[in-house]
């Protein structure tokens, strides 16, 4: 794929000066050819086989990155979720395994590593009841190892007895007190999550894929929201929703060129692009401020959630025009610790968790990066989880809870977590107990339209 000269001197503008990046290019990797019977020998394969496929991954991407100059922020890695390959071992304590992946993580110098991992949509086999049980040993333990958890799907319902151990996150905050609960941030919770993420927490590499590939996130709120600017407030709806489409396009094309390069020179497959409007913490890096290009006195505002909508749908039509293979959660996300305008309209009372809840029912994944008192119930960080995974399961779309028990601290404090995690205010949440609901445990029905599949 060729780029014109004005489409090359557009994207040098793009990147200069309204943040456009290659937010993450993620090598997957099976583990499937490393289990043995011995949890020690296994961990020993996998460190193994990570450092020899992913030891040039920083290089080729950094040599790219050079030659188009073009910033690709995170490399990382994403292998088969740890609950199979830790099954038909001899331990229990699955932390062996992400301590080996986190070794191999520093190895190669990658930023994070994805897949300490279990699928429990339809019920928990040995394997996914031990990783679960090692997450906060694992997590707290380790750097640079991610986990995730899938507990509900359109076709299977939701596992609600996984729902319920899920509120054991606060444990995981609190292992991580001295960083404000830091771990919990390395730790989400899915609806039908896709094996094809190239984005951390959640990155895992789903077992239907080949033993190498590597998939690419490319990012630019900052240039959506430069180019809704220029458009006249009185303008129709319409004309927003062509032009967040042509940006799309144009930052899919970029993205993939890049993407396809590194995966040349990595000798492997070229798996998806996810053009996900992910912001950080940078002044002009919003979502937040996006949504308030077209016409919100601010994010929170009555008409967030429709602006929301609108911003998602065109992201996802622009990409994919430009890309044969567009996957992962393509649209935007609305992480709130990472995101400048989603942190002030959080301070200023604007969103509440419940707003937050609604613009989920519409964004590529769901409650992110929100920071909650420390003393809240694991029950009530349960049935938090549950909301948001029904919304998943009804409106067939992948829907994730990312929350953060702060240890120590209550509504209307401040935590840093700093880098591109950024901080945030405790939201103020309420305590009213759901513990009975969420200990009936048992699964919840899928909807009847999955049925009919």
């Given at each position: 794929m060729n780029l014109l000269p004005d489409e090359i001197l557009e994207t040098i503008s793009m990147i200069d000066m309204q943040n456009l990046d290659v937010r993450t290019v993620t090598l997957g990797i099976s583990l499937l050819d490393c289990i043995e019977h011995s949890a020690e020998k296994t961990a020993e394969n996998i460190y193994n086989k990570i450092v020899k496929n992913g030891k040039h991954l920083v290089k080729y991407a950094e040599e790219v990155s050079s030659k188009y100059n073009v910033p690709i922020v995170n490399k990382r890695v994403s292998v088969t979720p740890i609950a199979i390959v830790g099954n038909a071992t001899d331990t229990d304590d699955y932390t062996i395994f992400a301590k080996a992946l986190d070794k191999a993580a520093k190895e190669i110098g990658i930023d994070f590593i994805g897949g300490f991992t279990a699928l429990?949509?339809?019920?928990?086999?040995?394997?996914?009841?031990?990783?679960?049980?090692?997450?906060?040993?694992?997590?707290?333990?380790?750097?640079?190892?991610?986990?995730?958890?899938?507990?509900?799907?359109?076709?299977?319902?939701?596992?609600?007895?996984?729902?319920?151990?899920?509120?054991?996150?606060?444990?995981?905050?609190?292992?991580?007190?001295?960083?404000?609960?830091?771990?919990?941030?390395?730790?989400?919770?899915?609806?039908?999550?896709?094996?094809?993420?190239?984005?951390?927490?959640?990155?895992?590499?789903?077992?239907?894929?080949?033993?190498?590939?590597?998939?690419?996130?490319?990012?630019?709120?900052?240039?959506?929201?430069?180019?809704?600017?220029?458009?006249?407030?009185?303008?129709?709806?319409?004309?927003?929703?062509?032009?967040?489409?042509?940006?799309?396009?144009?930052?899919?094309?970029?993205?993939?060129?890049?993407?396809?390069?590194?995966?040349?020179?990595?000798?492997?497959?070229?798996?998806?692009?996810?053009?996900?409007?992910?912001?950080?913490?940078?002044?002009?890096?919003?979502?937040?401020?996006?949504?308030?290009?077209?016409?919100?006195?601010?994010?929170?505002?009555?008409?967030?959630?429709?602006?929301?909508?609108?911003?998602?749908?065109?992201?996802?039509?622009?990409?994919?025009?430009?890309?044969?293979?567009?996957?992962?959660?393509?649209?935007?996300?609305?992480?709130?610790?990472?995101?400048?305008?989603?942190?002030?309209?959080?301070?200023?009372?604007?969103l509440t968790l419940e707003k937050l809840e609604a613009m989920t029912c519409v964004c590529s994944v769901g409650l992110d990066m929100i920071a909650i008192p420390g003393d809240t119930p694991e029950a009530v960080i349960s049935g938090i989880i549950a909301d948001e995974m029904a919304i998943g399961m009804v409106n067939s779309k992948t829907t994730a809870v990312r929350i953060i028990p702060v240890p120590g601290k209550k509504a209307g404090d401040r935590v840093v977590f700093g880098g591109l995690l950024g901080e945030a205010d405790i939201i103020n949440i309420n305590s009213l107990d759901c513990s009975v609901l969420i200990n009936r445990g048992g699964r919840v029905a899928p909807p009847i339209q999955a049925l009919k599949n």
């Open positions: 429990v949509d339809k019920g928990m086999t040995k394997g996914d009841i031990n990783l679960i049980n090692s997450i906060p040993k694992a997590l707290s333990e380790t750097d640079r190892v991610c986990s995730s958890v899938n507990v509900g799907s359109t076709k299977s319902g939701i596992n609600l007895d996984a729902v319920k151990i899920m509120g054991t996150v606060k444990e995981l905050a609190e292992l991580s007190a001295d960083q404000d609960g830091l771990a919990a941030a390395k730790f989400v919770v899915f609806t039908n999550a896709v094996p094809d993420n190239p984005f951390m927490a959640g990155a895992f590499h789903g077992v239907e894929n080949p033993d190498l590939v590597l998939n690419v996130g490319v990012s630019g709120p900052g240039v959506v929201r430069h180019v809704l600017s220029q458009i006249d407030k009185n303008a129709k709806i319409d004309e927003i929703t062509e032009a967040i489409k042509k940006v799309s396009f144009k930052i899919t094309r970029m993205g993939e060129l890049v993407g396809k390069e590194v995966a040349a020179k990595l000798g492997v497959d070229f798996g998806i692009m996810d053009l996900s409007l992910a912001p950080t913490p940078a002044i002009g890096d919003s979502v937040g401020n996006v949504l308030e290009e077209f016409g919100l006195e601010s994010v929170g505002a009555y008409g967030t959630t429709l602006a929301l909508a609108i911003l998602n749908d065109a992201v996802k039509k622009g990409g994919a025009m430009a890309a044969s293979r567009v996957g992962g959660l393509t649209g935007a996300f609305i992480p709130v610790s990472e995101d400048q305008g989603m942190i002030d309209a959080t301070s200023k009372g604007y």
